[in-house]
């Protein structure tokens, strides 16, 4: 997974609580800088909800707002785990790149 | 939504009332622009391409159905090679025959082989076909098993007539010189193709409403893989039958030309429609751990 794959960035917004697919939106682009398109969020959700990576809450008008679920919040763990450890790699090498 | 009708009924089903909601919201903030509405159209498609919105077991059983259909399309693009392929080995010199006739030979053994896997499938789900009939569900799929039988029953006096015809003409005339007889052949052919398609989806009516269980799902699955797999070999044997006759008997090759073109064309298309199958099948009847 990358830092802008729309799974991440779903389950990184869903990680501060449930939302609806606006406001999905807006968050995203307010802490990533990413404008997703309205039909590869709604791809994305629904295999992430295939996977049981979140799940779908009551729906309140024409609108059903989603929770990240335990597996989805594992399987965020683990692929922020993976990008940390190439953050910090990079970082390092990079690091050694200047004072060379 | 108009977009909206870009996606499958059954993703629709689940996820239009919300996606309608929030492109209705992305409208009224003046957020909805073209780049918006492509990526709604594409993902829809895609979506199509992928059967979504499925249930995985309904996903398994309309991508074994996929490779059916393209098998079909193979069926028929094999009977025009046929055709084309007459008399190619009295028309090529003995010294290069050997890889064109391994390739013909790999050709036709393939075609053996997904015959009789296509046949195993059917024989496999025979019980659950013959328990749904006891069932009375013979009614629900009545009419289009009496249009394939129609079409059949014209078909073979379509044949018939064709082939009487053939009989009091030249092969000069048979093969081309004849228009009137080239265009009554390609009718036949058309309706040929009708014939088979009607039983495609006569079969595929019948199959959504056979209860399969989850095992034998999964061996439809395997074989509907194995079947694609032979369909990949055939279309890889035709080419290099073709590509090999062309640089060799150019004289045989370029007068049949479209006559080989065109069924090599829709093997390829088949072959293409049935890995799409078998990836939603696969994706289903599999699903990553």
Same mark, same amino acid.
């Given at each position: 997974?990358?830092?802008?794959? /729309? ?10 609580? /449930? ?18 398109? /309205? ?18 809450? /009551? ?42 | ?289």
């Amino acid at each position: 997974m990358r830092e802008n794959d /729309p799974p991440v960035l779903i389950l990184t917004s869903l990680a501060s609580g /449930p939302k609806h697919g606006y406001a999905l939106l807006l968050d995203i682009e307010e802490f990533a800088g990413v404008r997703l398109g /309205p039909g590869t969020l709604y791809g994305a959700i629904a295999r992430l909800e295939a996977r049981g990576l979140i799940e779908a809450l /009551p729906a309140s008008g024409r609108t059903r707002p989603y929770r990240l679920t335990a597996p989805g919040s594992a399987s965020l763990e683990s692929t922020l785990a993976e990008l940390r450890a190439i953050v910090d790699e990079g970082t390092a090498r990079l690091r050694a790149w200047v004072a060379a | 939504m108009t977009l909206l009708r870009a996606y499958p009924t059954a993703w629709r089903t689940r996820y239009g009332d919300e996606l309608a909601a929030l492109l209705e919201e992305l409208d009224e903030s003046g957020r909805m622009t073209w780049h918006a509405r492509l990526d709604v159209v594409r993902a829809g498609v895609f979506e199509r391409v992928r059967l979504g919105g499925l249930p995985p077991r309904e996903r398994a059983r309309e991508g074994t159905l996929l490779v059916v259909y393209a098998w079909m399309l193979f069926v028929l693009a094999g009977f025009g090679l046929q055709k084309a392929s007459e008399h190619w080995a009295a028309a090529t010199p003995a010294n290069h025959r050997g890889l064109p006739t391994a390739a013909f030979d790999t050709l036709v053994g393939a075609a053996g082989i997904g015959s009789a896997l296509v046949l195993l499938g059917v024989a496999l789900s025979l019980p659950t076909l013959l328990a749904f009939v006891r069932r009375g569900g013979r009614r629900e799929v009545h009419k289009p098993i009496v249009r394939a039988v129609a079409i059949s029953v014209l078909l073979v006096g379509a044949t018939a007539a064709l082939a009487a015809w053939a009989h009091e003409l030249t092969p000069a005339a048979r093969n081309g010189h004849d228009h009137l007889y080239s265009g009554a052949f390609v009718a036949w052919i058309l309706f040929f193709a009708a014939c088979l398609f009607a039983w495609a989806a006569a079969a595929a009516t019948t199959a959504r409403r056979l209860a399969f269980s989850d095992r034998l799902l999964r061996l439809e699955s395997i074989l509907a893989a194995a079947v694609c797999a032979s369909m990949a070999v055939m279309t890889a044997a035709t080419a290099v039958w073709w590509g090999v006759l062309a640089s060799t008997v150019p004289s045989f090759v370029s007068p049949a030309a479209p006559n080989i073109v065109v069924p090599t064309s829709l093997m390829l298309a088949a072959t293409l429609l049935g890995l799409l199958g078998v990836t939603c099948t696969r994706r289903a009847a599999f699903p990553s751990p």
